[in-house]
């Protein structure tokens, strides 16, 4: 079983950058894809970036051009680099990670963007 540890949420200006990290733990060997998803009050759950195992990288067309996402093997930690940021990007950010016995994902992390 995978434990997902998020940081890196905080309040910030519009146009200002903030960097989420989350930290795997556990069946690490069985990880596929990292990625991030978010919820803003009243909306569904949305994907915003995913890295899988051989690469290939998908961002939500909202935030292409302004987040990064990256992952670090070695440590087991995803990042999300989010730039330019917008107050409708205002919302919980989780974690969230694939694996050969499905997804696992971590607490949220709130993301505050100030008009």
């Known amino acids: 079983q995978l434990r997902l540890v998020e940081s890196g949420g905080g309040l910030v200006q519009a146009g200002g950058s903030l960097r989420l990290s989350c930290a795997a733990s556990?069946?690490?060997?069985?990880?596929?894809?990292m990625g991030w998803y978010r919820q803003a009050p009243g909306k569904w759950r949305e994907l915003v970036a995913i890295?899988?195992?051989?690469?290939?990288?998908n961002y939500a067309d909202s935030v292409k051009g302004r987040f990064t996402i990256s992952r670090d093997n070695t440590k087991n930690t995803v990042h999300l680099q989010m730039n330019s940021l917008k107050p409708e990007d205002t919302a919980v950010y989780y974690c969230?990670?694939?694996?050969?016995?499905?997804?696992?994902w971590g607490r949220g992390t709130q993301v505050t963007v100030s008009s």
């Open positions: 890295k899988r195992n051989d690469g290939i990288t």
């Open positions: 969230n990670v694939e694996h050969y016995g499905g997804n696992s």
């Open positions: 556990g069946s690490i060997n069985s990880i596929t894809a």
